[in-house]
C-alpha cells in the first residue's frame, strides 16, 4: 500500500475563513443575504453557503436586496461608493492582504507612479487593485507589454497578485528593471505575494518533491489552487481535483508515495475526505 501524506498545510486561509465567517453571520441574523461575486472561488464553499440563504450575484444592476456582501477579492472604490449611492448596505469581507495591496497601489499613485499589476487582469482582485489606482496603471504578466508604453512611464510601481508564484515575480520584475532603469527613472517594487500562500506553496513542492502523484484539492477557477497545481506539476504528475469523486484509480497504480495539499479556498472537510478516499482505494 502506498504511504498518502498530507502537506503541512491546507484548509482555508486565514483570509477566506474570516470572509466566510462574515458572510455565515450576516446570513444567520438576516436569512437571505446577496454577495457581489463569489466570496471564494470554490463550489463547495458556494453549495454549503447557498444552504444558508445566500445567493451570489454577477453584477450590480442585479442586486434585489438592500445588503450586499462584497468578496474578499476586493472592490474598487468607484464601486463601492456607487453602491452606497444606492443605499444599500455594503458588509465588505476584503482579505487583509489585498487590502494592503489596494492601500499600496493608491499611495503609488499619489506618489506620481504609474502601478503595474503582476497578475491575471481579468481576475476580480487584479480588477479592485486597479481600481485604487485610479487608471494610472494596468496588469500583465508579460514583461512586452510594459515595454511597448509609449511613452515608458518615469516611475513606475510595481504589485503583484497576492496569489502569484514569488519566483515569477522576481523574475519578472528583473526583466522590467532591465527594461525601465533609464536615465532619471525609479521603480518601486512592494511585495504584495499572502504569506499564507508564500507558505502553502512551499509546503506543497516540499511534499512534491518527495512524491510520485501529488493531488491538489481546490476549485479550478481558483487562482491560488492552479498556482499551486502548476508548481507541483514542474516536479512531479499532478491532478486538481475538486473533490474525492474525482480521483481515479488508475492514477495510484505503481505509486509509493502519495501527496495531498489544497487552494486556500477548499474546507479542511473535503480535503479530508479526499485522504479517506485514498486510503480506501490504494
Known amino acids: 500500500m502506498p504511504r498518502i501524506e498530507k502537506a ?22 438576516r436569512g437571505q443575504v446577496e454577495t457581489l461575486g463569489a466570496v471564494a472561488h470554490n463550489q463547495q464553499v458556494l453549495d454549503k453557503l447557498a444552504e444558508m440563504g445566500v445567493s451570489v450575484v454577477k453584477d450590480a444592476a442585479e442586486i434585489k436586496g438592500d445588503t ?46 504609474f502601478v503595474i499589476v503582476f497578475g491575471d487582469a481579468n481576475h476580480p482582485e487584479v480588477k479592485g487593485v486597479l481600481g485604487w489606482a485610479k487608471g494610472k496603471g494596468l496588469a500583465t504578466t508579460d ?13 513606475l510601481g510595481i504589485l503583484s497578485q497576492t496569489t502569484e508564484v514569488p519566483a515569477h515575480f522576481a523574475e519578472f520584475v528583473k526583466k522590467i528593471i532591465d527594461l525601465a532603469l533609464t536615465k532619471n527613472s525609479e521603480i518601486r517594487i512592494i511585495d504584495t505575494i499572502c504569506h499564507d500562500l508564500r507558505e502553502r506553496q512551499a509546503t ?12 491538489v484539492v481546490g ?22 481535483i475538486e473533490t474525492a469523486d474525482d480521483i481515479k484509480p488508475a492514477w495510484l497504480k505503481g505509486k509509493q508515495h502519495i501527496g495531498v495539499t489544497s487552494g486556500a479556498s477548499t474546507a479542511e472537510e473535503t480535503v479530508e475526505e479526499v485522504m479517506e478516499r485514498l486510503e480506501k482505494i490504494a
Open 8 to 29: 503541512g498545510k491546507t484548509g482555508f486561509c486565514f483570509g477566506v475563513k474570516r470572509a466566510i465567517d462574515i458572510l455565515e453571520k450576516v446570513a444567520r441574523e
Open 68 to 113: 450586499i456582501v462584497t468578496s474578499s477579492h476586493g472592490v474598487s472604490p468607484d464601486l463601492e461608493a456607487s453602491l452606497r449611492a444606492r443605499n444599500l448596505e455594503v458588509v465588505s469581507t476584503t482579505c487583509h492582504d489585498v487590502r494592503r495591496a489596494q492601500s499600496a497601489a493608491e499611495k503609488l499613485v499619489e506618489s506620481g507612479f
Open 143 to 155: 514583461e512586452k507589454v510594459i515595454a511597448a508604453l509609449n511613452p515608458l512611464p518615469r516611475k
Open 204 to 215: 506543497a513542492l516540499e511534499l512534491a518533491h518527495r512524491a510520485d502523484l501529488m493531488l
Open 219 to 240: 476549485g479550478r477557477s481558483s487562482a491560488n489552487t492552479n498556482r499551486i497545481a502548476e508548481l507541483c506539476a514542474n516536479v512531479t504528475e499532478t491532478h486538481l
